[in-house]
């Protein structure tokens, strides 16, 4: 079973920063493909923030660019999200999502995208 465990959120005053992690395990081998980060502000969709390949090609909201930064350790399979001039309008529960595929006795398992539990990021004016 493939779990994401997220750590960072917070309260912080408008034009603070706060810096999310999430880390992907299992009790197997894992291969993390795309990491992502998504929110979700009370009585609104889910929405991408950011996102970043293997590779290292990140993907950023409108919203959240010159702003935030993703970025990723693969040997800890391990995303990051830093997140800088913060505004109200930030305020949500931020999940962490990954695109997974696990080893096991049958072999690699199919790609399946995982997400965690959320953090919560609240920013005061």
Known sequence: QVQLVESGGGSVQAGGSLR???????????????????????GKQRELVASVTRGGTS?????????????RDNDKNTVYLQMNSLK??????????????????R???????YWGQGTQVTVSS
């Open 107 to 113: 072999g690699w398992s199919p790609n399946r995208a």
């Open 59 to 71: 993907n950023y909201a409108e919203f959240v660019k010159g702003r935030f930064a993703i970025s």
């Open 88 to 105: 109200p309008e930030d305020t949500a529960v931020y999940y962490c999502n990954a695109d997974v595929k696990y080893f096991s006795a």
């Open 20 to 42: 999310l992690s999430c880390a992907a395990s299992a009790g197997s081998i894992i291969s993390v493909n795309v990491m992502g980060w998504y929110r979700q502000a009370p």
